[in-house]
């Protein structure tokens, strides 16, 4: 049977992605890796149980094209996190949003039943706030 061992996400600011996910959502993060020849770090940060996230960055990091409003792009959209309750989710999402991370959508009951919401956080990484 196969699991995810990592989801790995490039970024501008590693350091301020890293403090993100400890601050907020109580990762652990291990030792930078720096590799000197290619100019590449990274961090494995490691939230409850065994999900691990690996944050990456590299001189040669760039955003990716704009999209045109209502269309999609093929890949990765967001990554979802489980807080606990519909009293974590509206407590995280206020709290982010009282630090200046934009609030996207939500808190709300989606169509298929789940609460969360949809905040910007660092570099405008997508993140669904669920129970």
Do not use: W
């Not at 790995?8 to 652990?28: H, I, N, S, V, W």
């Not at 999209?67 to 999402?93: K, W, Y």
């Not at 808190?107 to 993140?127: C, K």
Request: net charge negative; hydrophobic share 40%; proline share 5%.
């Amino acid at each position: 049977m196969a699991k995810i061992e990592h989801i790995a996400l490039y970024c501008y600011d590693l350091e301020a992605m890293k403090q993100f996910f400890e601050k907020y959502l109580g990762g652990t993060s291990g030792a930078k890796y720096r590799n000197k020849v290619t100019g590449f770090e990274s961090y494995f940060v490691t939230l409850e149980g065994e999900t691990r996230l690996e944050l990456m960055t590299r001189p040669t990091v760039v955003d990716a094209a704009a999209v045109p409003q209502g269309n999609f792009p093929v890949g990765f959209h967001h990554i979802a996190i489980a807080v606990g309750s519909r009293e974590a989710v509206d407590a995280l999402t206020a709290q982010l949003a009282a630090d200046g991370y934009p609030t996207l959508n939500g808190p709300r009951t989606t169509g298929d039943g789940y609460y969360e919401s949809v905040v910007a956080g660092p570099e405008g990484l997508q993140l669904e706030i669920t129970v």
